[in-house]
């Protein structure tokens, strides 16, 4: 009974682990038919990793002899040798269509010319910055979004299992990643401008003195310096590298291919052709020819097949290989790089919000100058160190004038902007910074509105007239003492008074007498009224002399009137003072 339910339990256990494997298979089918249906043309699955097991000096010896050590490929970039920050001409890209037949099988495509690939071409990382490291896919349309591509197309191998991307990748200055020399056909641009195709050492591909800022690896050197170079690249790139088969095979198997290329002029060139593996497309010795036919003279070979993708403005523009979920369409394979074309980048990107950037350039607001618009400049002398500069222009310190703070404020203005009014009269100079005024000769006052003081004349009334022992006033400006003034002037006053001290100067110069009244005359008045004193005292004394004598006279008939009875007239002194002493004496 025991054997029996151990057999039951044993079986439901291998049932279970039947229908789970079942199903994981399913899914992964599923899985992969959204993914890689049926157009595989993946390198180096066989022998469990990507690029040729070969060192760089077995691809040096591969090579024709008239090529030297050198394994790759350089010629500056279209009008623009050396020199990194050259101005975009337009157009940026120019994409031509064609559907051409190859080999009596007719296949159409595109070819893209780039006029300034240093400024306008860049290598992209699936998705996003980091999508290399996260093993990440994307479409080409979804990778475009990135840098707003005007062209854009799938790029390097990758693992089609967990996504890895396959190798050197340098995107925008930045390495993403170093393969330690693998030998497969590359293309990069350097700083300076140069376009690199072939075979690089890992020394070439870590260079800081010129370094890459864009590099991209493929499989497959297509054309070296104007001549079909796939001979000598099967040599380097080694055999039994793909899932088609030999690396003979994957030369010579009808599929969609992309390639980067350049012409004679330096112009880079990103060329697709439609196909299907087996079915429709090209050879890379069709391709070869093709790209030979349209002015290319160096080229590499990128990921094709079902990976072909060719993106303008957004939107797929071929006719991708892989079948969609419901087989009736065809759908854009997530893949790993792509390359793009796009407007040029300024430095840094957004002028540092000072400006708008415009093919490559920045163009500056206001007063921002500058490659970046970084640097506030008004004008040559920069507000000649009198104000600081915005990005509406100078803002002029007190005392100087718009635009340029080059120049003091104007006659009759001061202060912030010079829109204040002075106020200084007949003549004064106002300062520009504070509104002070500095008064003309002969004026004096806060607003120079009054004129000298008596006696002073000149620069601020610190001379002093010299008109004689007088000390007459002089004119207030010259100093002059023969002066004459306007009736209507506003210290008329003192004029009055000066003129009295001139007038009198003249008389006696000339000796002149002038008439003058007795009531004029102050001598003659003080005479007056000391005479008036005297009289009045005078009158007094009599008036009181004759009051006592007449009291006198009616108390001693006898001796008032004895002198007058004899006829007899006796004058004798009388000490009237003495009288009254005695008078007083005999009273007592």
Not at 105 to 120: C, D, E, M
Not at 209 to 224: A, C, D, H, K, S
Not at 291 to 305: E, M, R, T, Y
Not at 460 to 478: K, M, V
Request: negative net charge; proline residues 4%.
């Amino acid at each position: 009974m025991a054997a029996y339910m151990w057999q039951k339990v044993s079986f439901a256990i291998w049932q279970t682990l039947l229908i789970s494997l079942v199903w994981t298979m399913t899914q992964c089918k599923e899985e992969m038919s959204i993914t890689f249906p049926d157009d595989i043309i993946t390198p180096y699955v066989e022998q469990g990793y990507h690029g040729s097991p070969h060192s760089h000096r077995h691809t040096r010896d591969c090579q024709n002899a008239k090529y030297g050590n050198v394994t790759h490929q350089t010629q500056p970039s279209y009008n623009h040798p050396n020199n990194s920050n050259a101005k975009v001409t337009l157009p940026i890209v120019t994409v031509k269509r064609f559907f051409d037949d190859f080999s009596n099988r007719v296949s159409p495509g595109h070819i893209a010319y780039i006029n300034n690939p240093l400024r306008t071409f860049s290598v992209l990382e699936p998705f996003e910055v980091g999508g290399c490291d996260s093993k990440r896919r994307a479409t080409v349309e979804e990778s475009a979004e990135q840098r707003r591509c005007l062209v854009a197309t799938n790029a390097g191998y990758f693992n089609t299992h967990t996504g890895e991307c396959y190798g050197n990748i340098v995107s925008d200055g930045r390495l993403v990643s170093n393969s330690n020399g693998i030998q497969n056909a590359h293309f990069g641009i350097r700083k300076n401008g140069t376009l690199v195709f072939g075979y690089l050492t890992e020394e070439d591909v870590l260079d800081t003195e010129n370094p890459f800022v864009q590099l991209i690896g493929g499989v497959g050197w297509i054309l070296r310096d104007g001549e079909v170079y796939l001979e000598e690249s099967m040599k380097a790139e080694c055999t039994d590298t793909e899932e088609t088969g030999s690396i003979n095979k994957f030369f010579s198997v009808i599929s969609a291919r992309t390639a980067l290329a350049s012409d004679r002029e330096g112009r880079l060139m990103i060329a697709q052709v439609d196909g299907q593996t087996t079915v429709r497309g090209v050879t890379l010795d069709e391709f070869a020819q093709f790209l030979l036919k349209h002015g290319a003279v160096n080229a590499i070979n990128l990921d094709g097949g079902g990976s072909a993708t060719f993106v303008i403005n957004g939107t797929v523009a071929n006719y991708p290989s892989d079948h969609c979920s419901d087989p009736a369409f065809r759908c854009a394979r997530q893949v790993s790089t792509v390359v793009c074309v796009h407007k040029a980048d300024c430095s840094p990107p957004d002028c540092n919000s000072h400006g708008q950037c415009v093919l490559g350039e920045c163009q500056c607001r206001g007063n921002w100058r500058g490659p970046g618009c970084e640097v506030l400049q008004c004008g040559a002398r920069n507000c000649s160190h009198h104000g600081i500069c915005t990005e509406d222009g100078c803002k002029c310190f007190a005392g100087y004038q718009f635009p340029y703070c080059s120049q003091l404020c104007g006659p009759g203005t001061y202060g912030n902007g010079c829109h204040s009014e002075c106020l200084c009269e007949h003549g004064g100079d106002c300062d520009p910074l504070t509104g002070d005024c500095t008064c003309m000769p002969g004026y004096t006052g806060q607003y120079c509105d009054e004129i000298c003081p008596y006696g002073f004349y000149g620069p601020g009334c610190r001379e002093q007239c010299n008109c004689g022992d007088t000390s007459c006033a002089c004119h207030h400006i010259t100093g002059l003492c023969n002066i004459s003034y306007m009736y209507n002037d506003t210290a008329y006053a003192n004029l009055l008074q000066a003129g009295q001290c001139l007038a009198n100067s003249v008389i006696s110069e000339q000796h002149l007498v002038p008439y003058i009244s007795l009531w004029e005359n102050p001598y003659v008045i003080a005479c007056i009224v000391l005479l008036t004193v005297l009289i009045t005292s005078l009158m007094c004394n009599i008036a009181l002399l004759c009051f006592r004598c007449t009291c006198k006279c009616s108390t001693r008939p006898m001796n008032c009137n004895s002198p007058m009875r004899s006829n007899k007239v006796a004058y004798h002194p009388v000490n009237l003072f003495q009288a009254f002493e005695d008078e007083d004496s005999s009273s007592l």
